[in-house]
Every structure is written in C-alpha cells, then in structure tokens.
C-alpha cells in the first residue's frame, strides 16, 4: 500500500467513526458525550494531516494547537479554522452550561462540521499527495 492510500484509508476510517456517531447522534446520544466524540475525531483528522505533511506538534495538543501547527506555512488550511473553532465553541457553551448560546440544533451542527472537515482533508490529500508522501 502507497503513503497516499495509507492517507486516505486513514482518513476513511475517521469518516467512519464520523458516521458511527451521526447514528448515535440520531439515536439521542447525549450532546456532551457527542461534542466530546467530534472534537476528538476532528483532532485525529488533523494529527493524520500532519503526519502526512511532515509537520511537527505536541502529542497532547488540543484541537486548535493542532490547527495552528497544520496552517504554519500552508494558509490554506485556514479553510478549516472555523469548523475547528465552532466544535470548541460548543464545548465551551456546555462547560460553561450555557445551551442557550448554541445554534438551534447543535447535535446536527457538530456532524456536519466534522463531514466538512472531512471532506476538506479527503480532497486535499488526493490533489496534493498522490504517492508522494
């Protein structure tokens, strides 16, 4: 198996546990446990981005310290900085217990923020890698 197919299988197995959790979301898991679960899945997807792009972070960085790692030098990782930012927000919102302050339907917000994630990094990693990696 290439670098590149390594990538994107990685990348898949993240859009699975993805899917596995909009299931659980659909089935009433509880918010908090949800935003928990995406914020560590939003944080897996990047910790495989910058092992593939060669960048260097912190093991037990949090989800924007990997972010602000990933776009040193590559700005267009910006695409992503407000989906990372929005699962922290809800996180905060919870901690703080201030539901009020969340978007109508959070629950369906946090999948669709990780997909986008997902989906930012799938197609990136197939126009840039290749089997160069």
Sequence with gaps: ??????????????????EALARQQTAGMALP??????VE?????????LAAEHKPYVGDADLLELWR?????SPHWNTIRDNCRELIYYQNCLKAERTDAL???????????L????????????QNHGDKV
């Design 1 to 18: 198996m290439t670098q590149s197919n390594k990538l994107i299988s990685a990348l898949d197995a993240t859009h699975e546990r993805i």
């Design 69 to 73: 790692a990933l776009v040193k030098g």
């Design 41 to 49: 899945e939003a944080a897996a997807m990047l910790r495989i981005m």
């Design 115 to 126: 997909r986008h994630i997902y989906l930012y990094l799938h197609s990136y990693a197939e």
């Design 33 to 38: 446990e949800l935003v928990a679960a995406g």
């Design 103 to 113: 978007p109508a339907q959070p629950e369906r917000m946090v999948i669709h923020t």
